[in-house]
């Protein structure tokens, strides 16, 4: 009998924000493939899970995939987990799922947080029609695929790092200064914060409080009025 690849939603910050099942699932499954195994070593050691951790990220998920898959068609069973939030969105683990479902092997999903989804849920911006971007390219296309936004008549959702997110406001001022913006940082952390605004108004206070953290952009679509 083939085994399961279960793929399981863990919290993006707040420890507290993960299911029962997930942490069941977890505790049951033969092995557990994570981003990183010290990230993922805190959140299994705050609910007492002891089980076998396999690193498997971004540089090693193509040279991992037929080991993982081999060991799935022999009936054992196996967690993907991501650093934060629900795995394979804008994270690994996709040509995994791929690879399982080619081979036969049933995918589960055990649902949870993302940033994404929580991020646009307490935006106050439209959420019955959206499109999700992740990050954008950071250096080829990017100019591109912002001209393509500016156009874009739905409520647009981003990611951003610490390392770029001022060049990115500076980006938005630039091609969609009149767009109203909700910029989220650290969210369900201890220090989250939100800034609403159009871009240049979140530039001006956004820099001086930055330090660190994940930030998540929800931007207006092209023509809404707050």
């Not at 646009?120 to 393509?148: A, C, H, M, N, W």
């Amino acid at each position: 009998m083939k085994g399961k690849l279960y793929v399981v939603a863990t919290p993006i910050g707040n420890l507290d924000d993960i299911s029962f099942r997930a942490v069941e699932t977890l505790k049951q499954v033969d092995f557990i493939l994570c981003e990183d195994t010290r990230v993922t070593s805190k959140l299994l050691n705050n609910y007492k899970i002891r089980n076998e951790l396999v690193s498997f990220n971004a540089k090693s998920e193509t040279r991992k995939i037929q080991t993982v898959i081999e060991r799935l068609l022999k009936g054992v069973t196996c967690a993907l987990v991501s650093d934060a939030g629900t795995p394979t969105i804008s994270d690994p683990g996709i040509r995994l799922v791929n690879e399982a479902i080619k081979n036969n092997i049933e995918v589960l999903g055990v649902p949870g947080a993302n940033a994404a989804i929580l991020a646009l849920s307490i935006s106050g911006l439209p959420t019955d029609s959206f499109v999700f971007e992740g990050f954008l390219p950071q250096k080829k296309g990017r100019q591109k695929k912002l001209k393509e936004l500016a156009l874009e008549v739905r409520t647009i959702v981003l990611y951003e790092s610490v390392y770029r997110i001022e060049k990115l406001l500076n980006e938005l001022n630039e091609y969609m200064s009149d767009r109203f913006i909700v910029v989220h940082r650290e969210l369900t952390k201890k220090f989250e914060e939100a800034w609403r605004g159009f871009p240049q108004q979140i530039l001006n206070d956004l820099p001086s409080k930055t330090v660190k953290g994940e930030f998540v952009v929800v931007i207006a679509p092209k023509n809404w009025k707050i």
